[in-house]
């Protein structure tokens, strides 16, 4: 594919040209990628000179759904144009832009025409996809634009090409409002676009097919539904060439079968090409053999689905759309992650081999606010990995730290485990990570030594190799390396201790991944998503056409539901008293949700409405997400007699137990637990961000608040026990 050449002109766009480094006694940084202030939401905006917006509406799986009116430079007109926004670019960095795919629509259509009659289905998979799509009108419109009285020609029928003929030649220039107005001003506007790809149906397949190989180094992908494809050879290429540019032959730079046989190398992976075998238009008018013919004599791939039964209408469209928007989505996402992989620079000479001050917060005493301080990290002894945090997602497990329920909990302390980081230096023997790897700590380790039965064996995550001191708060060496300004120990946190611009992990804990991944999604991975879909995969392997009952509802209880349905499940039961968690909840793949409050379900056990109401017998799998005793027990007594499991995942209080009668397990059901969803760390983390970088495993939707500067941190935990909140990211 053409992925360097996509990344390369982007990245002066991209990057910010931040030049600083590391001064004196070595302050935190090392950094150059650009920079910017994350709003709270950062919600797209209504309206301002350069643009209104005309409505916003909420659409299927969650995103919002504009139009919007700008007055255009290149067509000398109002103009038009669609956008979705996927509900995931409220919370991305401002670093960043949401990838989009720009649908181009045939003869006759405006900017509506794609919303109206397949936005239900591609706005469901752009939304999971987290793409944008960016939906302009055909041609200009309005006083003065000259028209005739004809479908294929003047108003509706603008060819996606510069006209240069009177009397089209003022307003007619849909190829550079396309190409160059439309990108520039949604990428600005409205962060959207930076990587971009196309797609069109009839006249706008023609558009997207030609347009994209006319300059494949913007476009990260291009596919087609019934496009026109060799207009110079039928009637309304014909007509349309001559009357915009002067004549047919000048129209051959617009066509995509002209182009494709004098083509020399492979542009794109593949070119997608959907065709109804029953449209009237088909052999008149879109030659999608003439267009295969030249991919055949050329190095580039096209793949062309001939639809038996179905015509050129949006019907069609409609059945084969989702199809594309996963074929757009999956280069996207691709193209994205070379972008960040090729940005991701950093300097750390400055720092290596000396103590560096940065700024944390730090659990002083359990039930009070982290304080932000600026603290000293040493750096790495033997066997250790000094890491800068790019990005840290709150988890439950910190709060149950800081409210003193944690009889492991020690302050003072610097809490968080679920990050993104890069590495900024190596101790001594530290071979499998080394400066400027991307690494996610896992409080879980994996040592891999063939003398370690935990490891070795298939069954189980918990290595126990550094289990005792993490314990106690400190590194292997039984010592630490984060200190506060007087020079005061602090105490390690799970191995991690990730709310802080740096610190210092075993090198067994740091799973090394992609730097195709975004940092501020790849944090997901370090604990509570993996524990939700490992509790599914690997602990319980649940079973396709099986019954789930899931049990609280927040980020872990979604990640298995997620996981479930992945695995097949059939029926996916969602517990929680907050009835606001349950259209997630179905988004994700629950069939039923279930207010459990006493208000809804009176003094009835909620194991009673699972085993004798939605079930004859109970479920499958259940599996507790709260940290409840109370709740862990109900799930045990949810799971089908003779052969159900129920899986305890949340942590309960200090001194808590869980009982049962006995007759519960005599009866067959199954009681187990599970760390980090039973995930080899270093093995299986980086596994599974490439399920999410292939499109396969979609995350963006745990994170439901973002916040910018660790010292937002606060900010974060209120967010948290807000009740809304899945998953609080704070980008350092």
């Known amino acids: 594919m053409h992925f360097k050449s996509l990344v390369q002109p982007l990245l002066v766009a991209f990057l910010g040209n931040n030049n600083s480094s590391n001064q004196g006694y070595t302050d935190a940084g090392g950094s150059q990628l650009h920079s910017a202030t994350l709003s709270a939401q950062n919600e797209p905006p209504t309206s301002n000179a350069a643009f209104e917006v005309l409505s916003t509406t909420k659409v299927a799986g969650g995103g919002?759904?504009?139009?919007?009116?700008?007055?255009?430079?290149?067509?000398?007109?109002?103009?038009?144009?669609?956008?979705?926004?996927?509900?995931?670019?409220?919370?991305?960095?401002?670093?960043?832009?949401t990838p989009a795919m720009y649908w181009l629509s045939g003869l006759t259509c405006d900017d509506t025409n794609f919303a109206m009659k397949a936005g239900p289905?591609?706005?469901?998979?752009?939304?999971?996809?987290?793409?944008?799509?960016?939906?302009?009108?055909?041609?200009?419109?309005?006083?003065?634009?000259?028209?005739?009285?004809?479908?294929?020609?003047?108003?509706?029928?603008?060819?996606?090409?510069d006209a240069t003929e009177e009397p089209y030649a003022e307003n007619y220039k849909m190829y550079t409002y396309v190409t160059e107005e439309l990108p520039k001003l949604v990428e600005n506007a409205f962060q959207v676009g930076t990587v971009k790809s196309i797609a069109g149906h009839s006249m706008g397949g023609h558009g997207a097919l030609t347009i994209a190989m006319k300059d494949p180094s913007s476009w990260a992908a291009v596919s087609a539904m019934s496009p026109i494809c060799n207009p110079t050879k039928v009637p309304w290429g014909e007509k349309a060439f001559s009357t915009y540019l002067g004549s047919v032959d000048a129209g051959k730079d617009h066509d995509a079968t002209e182009l494709l046989k004098a083509l020399d190398l492979s542009l794109f992976d593949d070119i997608l090409i959907d065709q109804g075998e029953d449209d009237q238009f088909l052999k008149d008018q879109l030659k999608p053999e003439a267009l295969l013919a030249a991919a055949k004599d050329s190095a580039q791939k096209v793949t062309v689905n001939m639809r038996p039964g179905y015509d050129h209408s949006y019907y069609f469209v409609s059945a084969f759309i989702k199809d594309h928007i996963a074929f757009h989505g999956e280069r996207l996402t691709k193209a994205q992650g070379m972008l960040r992989a090729s940005s991701s620079s950093y300097d750390f000479s400055e720092t290596t081999g000396k103590p560096i001050k940065c700024k944390a917060m730090?659990?002083?005493?359990?039930?009070?606010?982290?304080?932000?301080?600026?603290?000293?990290?040493?750096?790495?002894?033997?066997?250790?990995?000094r890491v800068k945090v790019i990005a840290n997602a709150l988890c439950h497990t910190d709060i149950y730290t800081l409210d003193g329920q944690d009889p492991?909990?020690?302050?003072?302390?610097?809490?968080?485990?679920?990050?993104?980081?890069?590495?900024?230096?190596?101790?001594?023997?530290?071979?499998?990570?080394?400066?400027?790897?991307?690494?996610?700590?896992?409080?879980?380790?994996?040592?891999?030594?063939?003398?370690?039965?935990?490891?070795?064996?298939?069954?189980?995550?918990?290595?126990?190799e550094i289990r005792s001191t993490q314990g106690q708060g400190v590194m292997p060496d039984g010592t630490v390396r984060l200190h506060d300004k007087d020079g005061k120990d602090i105490y390690h946190f799970m191995g991690c201790s990730t709310m802080s611009e740096y610190t210092v992990l075993a090198e067994i804990s740091c799973a090394k991944i992609s730097k195709e991944m975004a940092l501020e999604k790849a944090c997901l991975f370090g604990c509570g998503v993996s524990t939700g879909l490992g509790a599914v995969w690997n602990t319980c392997n649940v079973q396709a056409d099986s019954s789930v009952a899931v049990f609280g509802l927040g980020a872990v209880g979604l990640a298995v539901i997620q996981g479930a349905k992945m695995a097949g499940a059939s029926k996916i039961i969602a517990i929680d008293i907050n009835p606001d968690k349950f259209e997630m909840a179905r988004k994700l793949g629950a069939t039923d949700c279930v207010n459990s409050s006493p208000d809804q379900?009176?003094?009835?056990?909620?194991?009673?409405?699972?085993?004798?109401?939605?079930?004859?017998?109970?479920?499958?799998?259940?599996?507790?997400?709260?940290?409840?005793?109370?709740?862990?027990?109900?799930?045990?007594?949810?799971?089908?007699?003779?052969w159900g499991e129920s899986c305890v995942i949340g942590v309960a209080a200090s001194g808590h137990e869980i009982s049962t009668r006995p007759f519960q397990l005599v009866t067959g059901r199954v009681w187990k637990g599970t760390a980090f969803g039973g995930f080899k760390s270093r093995q299986d983390v980086p596994k599974l961000v490439e399920r999410h970088l292939k499109g396969e495993l979609p995350v963006d939707h745990f994170i439901t608040h973002a916040f910018e500067g660790v010292e937002k941190t606060n900010d974060a935990i209120d967010a948290l026990?807000?009740?809304?909140?899945?998953r609080a990211v704070v980008r350092y």
Not at 129 to 141: F, K
Not at 605 to 621: H, R, S
Not at 721 to 726: A, I, N, R, T, Y
């Open 408 to 464: 492991e909990g020690l302050f003072p302390c610097i809490l968080g485990h679920e990050a993104g980081c890069v590495v900024e230096s190596v101790g001594p023997g530290v071979t499998s990570v080394k400066p400027g790897d991307h690494v996610i700590p896992c409080y879980t380790p994996q040592c891999s030594q063939t003398s370690c039965i935990f490891c070795m064996s298939p069954r189980t995550n918990l290595c126990p």
């Open 362 to 385: 730090v659990a002083r005493a359990p039930k009070e606010p982290l304080t932000e301080e600026e603290i000293i990290v040493d750096p790495p002894k033997e066997g250790e990995v």
């Open 601 to 642: 379900i009176g003094d009835k056990p909620i194991q009673q409405i699972i085993a004798g109401e939605l079930t004859d017998w109970g479920v499958d799998y259940s599996f507790d997400c709260t940290g409840n005793v109370k709740v862990m027990r109900a799930a045990l007594e949810s799971a089908h007699r003779g």
């Open 121 to 161: 289905a591609a706005f469901e998979v752009a939304e999971e996809r987290s793409i944008a799509l960016v939906l302009p009108d055909t041609s200009p419109r309005g006083d003065g634009v000259p028209d005739v009285d004809t479908s294929d020609l003047g108003v509706g029928a603008g060819f996606y090409v």
């Open 64 to 97: 919002i759904y504009q139009r919007i009116k700008h007055d255009s430079t290149s067509t000398k007109t109002s103009m038009i144009f669609g956008l979705f926004l996927p509900s995931t670019h409220a919370t991305k960095p401002v670093s960043e832009t």
């Open 721 to 726: 026990h807000s009740g809304d909140c899945l």
